[in-house]
Each structure stands twice: as C-alpha cells, then as structure tokens.
C-alpha cells in the first residue's frame, strides 16, 4: 500500500516563523497574486491563506495573473501601489519576476513565493513541485519498458520540476519510449485531451504498459477523457495535487495515482510568518521549506478522502 505522509514540513519547526512577541493583531493589508482561478489546488491554498489572514484580522486583496507571467507582474505592481504589507505569488516561476520583485523591493514589501522558487527578492518559498516520489511509482509500475506521454507546464515552476523529473527518469530508463507535450493554461484540461488523443494515435502500435504523467489534476482530467472517448483500460495515469475530481478517478479506476501537496497547511505557515518577516526587515534570511504530502491510490483513497491534507 502506497500511503506516504512525508514530514517535510517539519522542517519548518526550525524556522522559527511564530513568534509571540510580534502583534498577531496588527492590521495588516496582504495582496496574493494567484496562478489562474481555473487551478484547483492553488484555490485551495489560496483560500486557506485569505482565511488565515482575515481570521487575524488582516485585508486579503487577491489578484488572478491567468498564468501570465507579465500579468503577475503586473498584479504585483498594483499591490505596491495599493501599499500592501506583503505580498504572496503562488506557482511563477520567481526568477521571472523580476520586475515585481523590484518594485516590491523599493517599497520596503517582502514578497512570499508559494510555489515559484527562491530567488532574489524572495522572503520565504514553499516547494510545492514533489516530483521525485510519484516518478518512482509510475517506473516501478513500468518496470523499466513501456511507453509514456508527459503533459508539461514549463512557465509553472512545480509543473517544470515535475517535468525535468520525467526527463531525468527517461533518460535513465531507455527502454521507456517517452514523449513530451505542452499544455497550455487556460485550458489545461482541453490541451491535454487532444494531446493524449493525438498520442494514442501515433503509438497505436506501441508496447505497453502505457502511462501518462501529468502536470497537475486538472490537465488529468482531460487526459482521462480522451482515454474514455478512445475506450483505452489500460494506460496508467499518474498526476498531482489529489484533487476531488481526482479522487473520484482513483476510485474508479480511471487515475493511478495522485499526489496531494498539503498545500492548505503550507499557506497558513507563509501567512504566519508575515509579521515576523515584516518585524525583521533587511534582518530576515530567506527560507524556503517543503510541505508535507500524500500519495493517493486506490489502496489508500478512502482513508485520504476520511482524513484529507
């Protein structure tokens, strides 16, 4: 039974991000800078931070970037000139943003990335990617053979460790014949139901076992439609963030697996360390730390669905 609650989290213990002596009831003012509302699980975590923050009694300005680049950019632009205390960006890429960073950065305002990395102008980074342990399931299941579809994000930066993570293990296991498509966001999960049709046409003839590792569940959903509407049972489908829709294709049979980043619980570390952040100024170091996660499969979905991130 594959049920892995990896304590990477606690880690975060040594960070010493709570500290009483700051006021948990200034009234601060945090903008969030989401990836796109159509993702699922960054919603989540969203969520989970602008409840955090008004729960202490803070505003919570949040500003859709529609996973463009410039328009988070942008976004983080606009919250400078709103004057906000902070600001959190979820899944870009930070060494792209610069500019933002920048302008952040003149203004005195850390900038929290939930997803995006380290990079300079960043206060604190959640690594949300978790490649590693959901590549060596989906090899294990091949056993070294096989054909394999990868559904990739690059501008994301969990979706692109994921992706060098598909590479690397590609690379390592030739006898795997691997394929590579870019998705595109919005529209992750129709991108990715013509990718897989068009997959399972050129390898009609291939050998299995067949599996398709994705970027992330929402683009998964459309790679199981298109396996649907093939009437293909026998390519294993493998992706991330355990989402509902996810959950429901563990069940019936439709998914593999998915791996659920406790991303909920990482928002509310990033929101609780703002004040500290903000006491320690030009004192604070950078951190970054790794949640905690699960992978979900049909052996454990029923326990993950009664217990959840």
Not at 124 to 141: E, F, H, I, R
Not at 192 to 218: E, H, K, M, R, V
Request: aromatic fraction near 4%.
């Amino acid at each position: 039974m594959v049920n892995l609650r990896i304590l990477g989290a606690t880690a975060i213990l040594s960070l010493g991000i709570v500290s009483a002596s700051h006021a948990a009831d200034d009234k601060l003012t945090i903008g969030i800078v989401t990836f796109s509302t159509s993702d699922v699980d960054t919603n989540e975590m969203v969520d989970t931070m602008t409840q955090t923050a008004t729960e202490k009694g803070w505003s919570v300005e949040n500003l859709n970037a529609n996973g463009d680049a410039a328009q988070a950019i942008t976004a983080m632009k606009q919250l400078v000139t709103k004057q906000v205390d902070a600001i959190i960006v979820t899944v870009f890429d930070s060494t792209g943003l610069a500019a933002g960073l920048a302008a952040a950065e003149e203004a005195n305002i850390p900038v929290l990335s939930a997803g995006g990395g380290m990079a300079p102008g960043i206060a604190m980074s959640a690594s949300t990617g978790a490649a590693q342990p959901l590549m060596d399931l989906m090899l294990k299941n091949m056993n070294g053979s096989g054909t394999a579809l990868d559904l990739s994000y690059h501008p994301g930066i969990p979706c692109r460790e994921r992706a060098n993570a598909f590479d690397a293990a590609m690379d390592a296991n030739q006898g795997i014949n691997a394929t590579t498509h870019e998705i595109s966001i919005p529209g992750a999960a129709e991108t990715s139901q013509a990718a897989t049709s068009a997959w399972l046409s050129a390898n009609a003839s291939a050998q299995g076992p067949f599996a398709i590792f994705n970027c992330y569940d929402d683009n998964a959903m459309g790679a199981i439609a298109a396996l649907r509407q093939n009437e293909r049972t026998d390519v294993q489908v493998y992706s991330f963030n355990a989402t509902a829709p996810a959950l429901q294709a563990i069940k019936d049979g439709s998914m593999t697996a998915s791996l659920g980043v406790h991303l909920a619980s990482a928002g509310k570390i990033m929101v609780d360390a703002i004040p500290e952040i903000i006491a320690a100024g030009d004192a604070w170091e950078p951190k970054s730390f790794i949640p905690d996660y699960t992978i979900v499969t049909k052996d454990n979905v029923d326990e993950y669905i009664a217990n959840p991130k």
